[in-house]
């Protein structure tokens, strides 16, 4: 399979995901005052975090795909594997923002960014197998992603809530550019 062909399914994936996303958010429908948008502050907060963490994940698989010359069907498999975690993030924050106290809400949804963040080391090391020329600039980003993820799997056992906190962490490492990005083949 062409890098192009895989990078074209995969963005499909991401905008079904960032649209599914805004699906979620349930605006009242009788009452059309300003009060009654008060109860879902947290279920739009738990959106916008989890849009620019997609958001950032596609930056990032966009680098990397950018790197990769040789997609092999393990590329294929760990890249899948790593949209499944992904494809979660819809359910689980809107879960998570409808009752940001609870606590199996919290580390279900903590407990998927973990699973995203496997899936994409994972990917990252798949191409790297079959693209030894590859940089990969984003590891050290990935490595406090994951020191922001399971101390905040640790935090939100108690407050739950705090998951906003972890999220507006790991949602911008994962937005934050890391050089140079630019293709040498046109896009």
């Not at 907060?45 to 010359?69: C, N």
């Not at 960014?113 to 600039?137: D, G, K, Y």
């Not at 962490?169 to 890391?178: A, E, K």
Request: aromatic fraction near 14%; glycine fraction near 4%; hydrophobic fraction near 60%.
């Amino acid at each position: 399979m062409s890098r192009a062909r895989l990078e074209a399914f995969t963005d499909g994936v991401f905008a079904i995901l960032i649209t599914i996303l805004v699906l979620e958010i349930r605006l009242p429908e009788t009452n059309h005052s300003w009060h009654a948008l008060i109860p879902l502050i947290p279920v739009f907060a738990a959106y916008v975090l989890s849009f620019f963490l997609i958001a950032g994940m596609w930056v990032s698989h966009h680098t990397l795909m950018l790197q990769t010359k040789v997609v092999t069907q393990g590329t294929l498999w760990a890249n899948l594997f790593f949209l499944f975690w992904l494809s979660l993030m819809p359910a689980v924050a809107a879960w998570f923002g409808t009752d940001i106290h609870s606590g199996s809400a919290a580390f279900l949804f903590q407990l998927d960014i973990i699973c995203v963040n496997l899936a994409f080391m994972w990917l990252r090391h798949v191409i790297s197998q079959s693209n030894p020329e590859a940089t990969h600039l984003r590891i050290k980003y990935e490595v406090w992603s994951f020191v922001i993820n399971f101390i905040t799997l640790t935090i939100i056992l108690f407050y739950p809530a705090m998951l906003f906190v972890g999220l507006s962490l790991n949602s911008f490492l994962w937005v934050v550019p890391t050089g140079n990005t630019a293709s040498t083949e046109a896009a």
